[in-house]
Nanobody, 116 residues
Framework: VQVVESGGGLVQPGGSLRLSCAQS????????MGWYRQAPGKQRELVAG???????NYADSVKGRFTISRDNAKNMAWLQMNSLKPEDTAVYFC???????????WGQGTQVTVSS
């Protein structure tokens, strides 16, 4: 099973980025996908998740700025990040899971840096 993220990079404060996540190889249906992030010296934290039925959840720190979406048929998910702040700087990891909360598969991460 592979989970591959893309779309990270360097952006100025107030800017936008769109992360993509592609999952392949699972023999079972993926129930949910989402994103965590980890900043230097900090614990990994949940950013957003989305179920196959479209239920979403977000960290309070990104509500109103980030939007998660998904294409179930393609096993892909996207994280649209707007109004980025320096504190959003982190490595962003995509996950895919077979049951809500199981976090079965992980990507290698993509760096997002918000700096002027």
């Amino acid at each position: 099973v592979q989970v591959v993220e893309s779309g990270g990079g360097l952006v100025q404060p107030g800017g936008s980025l769109r992360l993509s996540c592609a999952q392949s190889g699972s023999l079972f249906s993926i129930y949910a996908m989402g994103w965590y992030r980890q900043a230097p010296g900090k614990q990994r934290e949940l950013v957003a998740g989305i179920s196959s039925g479209g239920f979403t959840n977000y960290a309070d720190s990104v509500k109103g700025r980030f939007t998660i979406s998904r294409d179930n048929a393609k096993n892909m998910a996207w994280l649209q990040m707007n109004s980025l702040k320096p504190e959003d700087t982190a490595v962003y990891f995509c996950y895919a899971e077979l049951r809500w909360g199981s976090r079965d598969y992980w990507g290698q991460g993509t760096q997002v840096t918000v700096s002027s």
